[in-house]
């Protein structure tokens, strides 16, 4: 599975960047407003199945999609062929509606559309005759629906039919024959029809989620929340939520990102950007071509133009590479668990086998843990130590400032503590020992570790206010005498 965003983080009065100081639950809620505020554009696919010995076939799909109710904002073929998609909670809005006849039109656009539609019939109705008709065309998605209830609600004497997907037919009729037809069972703007046009995508995600195959990503984590609000229900405010909802519509989730983090502490794999250079490296250097128990991966022939493809710019395309990227670096890590090759053809159980302990580990990316554990509690990582700064000397410094100066020679993320007080948190430890080196005699900077003890300032205000306790104490029992 892959997807493409609108967008990945907003902007707001909060800041919404992930850092390396952020907690899951923190760095949930900052995902949480991004994704409410930004939609899905497409949504790659694919599916691979295990035909025969290690050899698997691979269908791979992109899907363009686009919920009306988001506006007119968007250009392209994401309004004219977006396939419609609701969650639950979206779908028992329009049900009510569709039931108590308060059914309204979903955007301005389609108000557009429908106002030229009105338009044509009303001036062709006019000079037809009984059983006359004629054809809207150029309708896409649920607009096809939205139509056909705007006419019939505006004219009596009309009846409407879908040609296809983009085509409405219009009919001239008499009121009783129209009463007729909508007591047929094949009328198509009855409720079910509808429903089931405006729920579009969400019928395929239901269908994933009853088959409860594993589900591979790279990077998911949004991905995954995204599945969750358009396609499930509004995100929670609860983070442990979140999770067991997730768990409870997939129950396995393999991240190639954890994997492929994992392979390069275990083998000689080179450090490589995003996932179509893993893809290369595992084809190319990492892998022994001549290994005939390797994955064996065939593109179907509605998926040939993949097999080209240099860079990745579909989500289907990306889909395909992740699945890749799995099967491959999982018989890396059986080959790795024997020492010598797997001599017979393995099994794709044999590979969720060697895989296990990354099932359900999701990465984190620049956060306080390496993964997120879908299946139980998130286990922290061992992190470089934490570092102060004690400014001296140079007043008005903020935590942007105090960034750009350590971005020259390495990155760390940056916390105001107190006055003229800062950390620094970074998930390298060479770039902890670099800084200790390099500032240690720096006019202004003064850097150390940070000691909870000694630069808390909730402790050094509890010292304080403890101190002076003990000091009016000490001074009362001096002044005040014994008897």
Not at 66 to 85: E, H, M, N, Q, V
């Amino acid at each position: 599975l892959d997807m493409e965003f609108t967008g990945l983080h907003s902007t707001s009065p909060q800041n919404n960047e992930p850092s390396l100081f952020d907690s899951p639950a923190e760095r949930y809620l900052k995902a949480r407003q991004s994704v409410q505020r930004f939609t899905v554009t497409q949504l790659g696919l694919a599916i691979f199945s295990n035909e025969n010995a290690n050899k698997y076939v691979v269908h791979s799909y992109n899907f363009f999609l686009f919920r009306a109710s988001c506006g007119s904002s968007l250009t392209g073929r994401f309004l004219k062929d977006g396939i419609p998609y609701m969650n639950e909670v979206q779908e028992k809005i329009l049900s009510q509606h569709l039931l108590a006849g308060s059914w309204k039109v979903s955007s301005a656009l389609d108000r557009d559309v429908l106002k030229k539609a009105i338009d044509e019939v009303t001036c062709w109705i006019a000079a037809a005759e009984e059983e006359e008709t004629m054809i809207l065309q150029d309708l896409s998605g649920y607009q096809v629906f939205e139509v056909q209830l705007v006419l019939r609600q505006a004219l009596q004497n009309v009846w409407t039919q879908p040609i296809g997907d983009k085509k409405v037919m219009v009919k001239k009729v008499s009121p009783q024959h129209r009463q007729l037809l909508e007591n047929s069972p094949y009328d198509h703007c009855q409720k079910e029809f509808i429903l089931l046009s405006a729920r579009g995508f969400t019928n395929l995600f239901q269908t994933l989620v009853k088959a409860k195959k594993p589900l591979v990503g790279h990077n998911m984590l949004m991905d995954l929340m995204h599945l969750h609000d358009k396609f499930y229900k509004p995100l929670p405010e609860s983070y442990e939520e979140f999770k067991r909802n997730i768990h409870s519509l997939f129950p396995v989730l393999i991240d190639t990102k954890t994997i492929t983090k994992s392979i390069w502490k275990k083998c000689p794999f080179p450090r490589v950007c995003n996932l179509l250079e893993v893809y290369a490296v595992l084809c190319s250097s990492i892998l022994n071509p001549e290994d005939p128990a390797c994955p064996v991966i065939a593109l179907a022939s509605d998926c040939s133009r993949y097999a080209e493809k240099k860079s990745p710019h579909e989500a289907g395309y990306d889909a395909f590479l992740c699945g890749s990227v799995l099967l491959k670096s999982a018989h890396l890590l059986l080959c790795k668990s024997t020492d010598h090759a797997v001599e017979a053809d393995p099994s794709f159980s044999q590979y969720l086998a060697v895989l296990a302990e990354y099932l359900n580990k999701v990465n984190f990316i620049r956060g306080g843990i390496s993964s997120i554990n879908f299946s139980g509690e998130d286990v922290p990582c061992q992190r470089p130590p934490l570092l102060v700064v004690h400014v001296r000397g140079w007043p008005g410094l903020n935590e942007r400032q105090i960034y750009q100066e350590f971005k020259a020679l390495c990155r760390f993320d940056v916390r105001w503590l107190s006055k003229n007080r800062f950390i620094l948190l970074s998930n390298k430890f060479k770039d902890v020992r670099r800084v200790l080196r390099d500032y240690k005699h720096h006019p202004h900077l003064r850097v150390s570790i940070y000691r909870h003890w000694w630069h808390s300032p909730r402790v050094n205000c509890l010292l304080q206010v403890s101190g002076i306790v003990a000091l009016w104490s000490l001074l009362a029992f001096v002044l005040g005498g014994a008897p």
